[in-house]
T-cell receptor, first 116, second 116 residues
Framework: AQSVTQLDSHVSVSEGTPVLLRCNYS??????LFWYVQHPNKGLQLLLK??????LVKGINGFEAEFKKSETSFHLTKPSAHMSDAAEYFC??????????????FGKGTKLSVKP | NAGVMQNPRHLVRRRGQEARLRCSPM?????VYWYRQLPEEGLKFMVY????????ESGMPKERFSAEFPKEGPSILRIQQVVRGDSAAYFC??????????????FGPGTRLTVT
C-alpha cells in the first residue's frame, strides 16, 4: 500500500528565510509524487511533480523538491519565503494499480505561516 | 481553456435532504475523480469515473452516496439523506488519457457542503 507522511502539521518562518516542508513516502512501486498548495477557501494548485525523471524537481513560485529513494523522502524547499506563500501544502503520491495510474493519496497537510 | 468547474460553490442542506454536486471537467478530459476534505484533514479519495463507467469506488461510503459521469453533461456526486457528518469540502479533479496511462489531475475550486 502507498502512503505519505507529512512530518510537521505547522511550520512558521519569517519572510525572506528558507522554507522546508518535510514528507516521507511509502510505496512498493516507483512512485509518482506531487506537492499541491491550497490557499484558504480555494482549490488546489499543483506546485511540482516527480515521475522518475530528474531527482531534483523545480516547480512554480520558486519551490523545488528532491526525491531521495534511500531516505524515502520528498521534501519541499524554497530559498526565501514570501508572504504570499502562507497556505497549506499537501504531499501526494499517486496510487498505482498494475501499471495504470489511479487516484491520489494525500498527506494530512502542513500549514505554512510567514511572519513579516 | 476553462479549468475544472464545480457548482454550487457553497451548498447548505438540512439533515435528511439530498445534496447534488456537479463537476464539469476540463475540455478534452475524460477522467473524473471526487475527493472529500473534512475539517483539518487532507483530501480523501472517493470515486474515479470515466464517461458512463465507474472505475474505482473504493473510497465511497457504502450507503447514501452515489456518483455518475454520463455521456453528456457534468459528473454528479449525489448524497441522499444528508447528516451533519457529511459537512465537508468536496473537490473534483479531471485528467486526460496519455500514451502511458492517465495524465495529471487538475482540481476544481470545490463545493463546500454544510448540513444544518
Amino acid at each position: 500500500a502507498q502512503s505519505v507522511t507529512q512530518l510537521d502539521s505547522h511550520v512558521s518562518v519569517s519572510e525572506g528565510t528558507p522554507v522546508l516542508l518535510r514528507c516521507n513516502y511509502s510505496s512498493s512501486y516507483s512512485p509518482s509524487l506531487f506537492w499541491y498548495v491550497q490557499h484558504p477557501n480555494k482549490g488546489l494548485q499543483l506546485l511540482l511533480k516527480y515521475t522518475s525523471a530528474a531527482t531534483l524537481v523545480k516547480g512554480i513560485n520558486g519551490f523545488e523538491a528532491e526525491f531521495k529513494k534511500s531516505e524515502t523522502s520528498f521534501h519541499l524547499t524554497k530559498p526565501s519565503a514570501h508572504m504570499s506563500d502562507a497556505a497549506e501544502y499537501f504531499c501526494v503520491v499517486r496510487a498505482n494499480y498494475g501499471g495504470s495510474q489511479g487516484n491520489l493519496i494525500f498527506g494530512k497537510g502542513t500549514k505554512l505561516s510567514v511572519k513579516p | 481553456n476553462a479549468g475544472v468547474m464545480q457548482n454550487p460553490r457553497h451548498l447548505v442542506r438540512r439533515r435528511g435532504q439530498e445534496a447534488r454536486l456537479r463537476c464539469s471537467p476540463m475540455k478534452g478530459h475524460s477522467h473524473v475523480y471526487w475527493y472529500r476534505q473534512l475539517p483539518e484533514e487532507g483530501l480523501k479519495f472517493m470515486v474515479y469515473l470515466q464517461k458512463e463507467n465507474i472505475i474505482d469506488e473504493s473510497g465511497m461510503p457504502k450507503e447514501r452516496f452515489s456518483a455518475e459521469f454520463p455521456k453528456e453533461g457534468p459528473s454528479i456526486l449525489r448524497i441522499q439523506q444528508v447528516v451533519r457528518g457529511d459537512s465537508a469540502a468536496y473537490f473534483c479533479a479531471s485528467s486526460q488519457r496519455t500514451g502511458t496511462g492517465v495524465g495529471e489531475q487538475y482540481f476544481g475550486p470545490g463545493t463546500r457542503l454544510t448540513v444544518t
